[in-house]
């Protein structure tokens, strides 16, 4: 009976976790697109996520040049709980094993975030280097996501710069 219940909470946890997932990436790709059934969709989805996901929405150094990186946070911590079901269920729960899924848990954020960084960051540079056109959409928005990544970067390194 246990582990059925057991089963059940990691199955629902799943489906949240499918939920956001999905709902992250209608934010991503509905914005201008009138097709009423992806706008009821994300709206449906919205009223079943948002709930959990403002509670990380409040840790503003989750934003960085305009992403919100808070979602991340909350399907890991939902990861993390899944976990320990998972422990408790098979009867192999440690307070060591919870420690270690928590650190490689934020070990997998931070690297998922530095990661994107990375990537937009080799983008940006590749696009200087070949002169491409400045002034259209996509570099205004990898410029607008990056230009605090770079200010937080040269404050740590140069904390007595004159930068605003």
Same mark, same amino acid.
């Given at each position: 009976?246990?582990?059925? /219940?057991?089963?059940?909470?990691?199955?629902?946890?799943?489906? @949240?976790?499918?939920?956001?997932?999905? @709902?992250? /990436?209608?934010?991503?790709?509905?914005?201008?697109?009138?097709?009423?059934?992806?706008?009821?969709?994300?709206?449906?989805?919205?009223?079943?996520?948002?709930? @959990?996901?403002?509670?990380?929405?409040?840790?503003?150094?989750?934003?960085?040049?305009?992403?919100?990186?808070?979602?991340?946070?909350?399907?890991?911590? +939902?990861?993390? =709980?899944?976990?320990?079901?998972?422990?408790?269920?098979?009867? =192999?729960?440690?307070? #060591?094993?919870?420690?270690?899924?928590?650190?490689?848990?934020?070990?997998?954020?931070?690297?998922?975030?530095?990661?994107?960084?990375?990537?937009?960051?080799?983008?940006?540079?590749?696009? +200087? @280097?070949?002169? #491409?056109?400045? /002034?259209?959409?996509?570099?205004?928005?990898?410029?607008?996501?990056?230009?605090?990544?770079?200010?937080?970067?040269?404050?740590?390194?140069?904390?007595?710069?004159?930068?605003?």
């Amino acid at each position: 009976m246990f582990q059925t /219940i057991m089963s059940v909470l990691y199955s629902l946890i799943s489906l @949240y976790i499918f939920a956001i997932t999905a @709902y992250i /990436i209608l934010s991503w790709f509905s914005h201008g697109i009138a097709n009423e059934a992806i706008v009821r969709a994300r709206w449906f989805l919205a009223r079943i996520t948002d709930p @959990y996901l403002n509670l990380f929405r409040r840790m503003r150094f989750l934003v960085i040049g305009g992403l919100d990186f808070s979602p991340m946070l909350g399907i890991l911590l +939902l990861i993390f =709980i899944q976990d320990l079901l998972r422990q408790l269920s098979l009867g =192999i729960f440690s307070l #060591a094993g919870a420690l270690f899924t928590l650190v490689s848990l934020i070990f997998n954020l931070a690297t998922g975030i530095l990661g994107l960084i990375a990537i937009v960051t080799i983008i940006r540079i590749v696009g +200087l @280097y070949v002169r #491409a056109n400045s /002034i259209s959409e996509l570099w205004f928005r990898l410029d607008h996501f990056l230009q605090p990544v770079v200010l937080r970067f040269v404050k740590l390194i140069a904390p007595q710069s004159n930068i605003p």
